[in-house]
Nanobody, 116 residues
C-alpha cells in the first residue's frame, strides 16, 4: 500500500507561482511512476506532468515551460510541482498519483485558485 498526501495549494493572482508537494509513504519502493493531474470545474481530470523512476519526464502541452515536476533526493518519497506564470485556466483541484506495479494510488487533492 502507498499513501499520498498533497499540500501547497491556495489562492494566487495570475502571473504568480505556487509549489505543490506530494509526500508518499508505505511501500514507496514499488512506485514506478509519479504524477500530477488536475480537474478543472466542469471538466474531466487531465494529466499535468509525470516523472518515472528512471527520471523521464512528461508534461501536458498547456503547462510546458511554466510548470516543473521534480522529486527529492530519496526519489520516490516527495514529488513537487513548481507552477510559474499561473493563469486563471490553471484553476483546478490538483491530484498526486503513484503507479506501483498494477496498483494505482491517488491523493485527496489540493485546490489551486488563480485569480485574474
Amino acid at each position: 500500500q502507498v499513501q499520498l498526501v498533497e499540500s501547497g495549494g491556495g489562492l494566487v493572482q495570475a502571473g504568480g507561482s505556487l509549489r505543490l508537494s506530494c509526500a508518499a509513504s508505505g511501500s514507496t519502493f514499488r512506485i514506478n511512476v509519479r504524477g500530477w493531474y488536475r480537474r478543472a470545474p466542469g471538466k474531466t481530470r487531465e494529466l499535468v506532468a509525470t516523472i518515472t523512476r528512471g527520471g523521464s519526464i512528461n508534461y501536458a502541452d498547456s503547462v510546458k515551460g511554466r510548470f516543473t515536476i521534480s522529486r527529492d533526493s530519496a526519489k520516490n518519497t516527495v514529488v513537487y510541482l513548481q507552477m510559474n506564470s499561473l493563469k486563471p485556466e490553471d484553476t483546478a483541484v490538483y491530484y498526486c498519483r503513484a503507479l506501483a506495479g498494477a496498483s494505482d494510488y491517488w491523493g485527496q487533492g489540493t485546490q489551486v485558485l488563480v485569480s485574474s
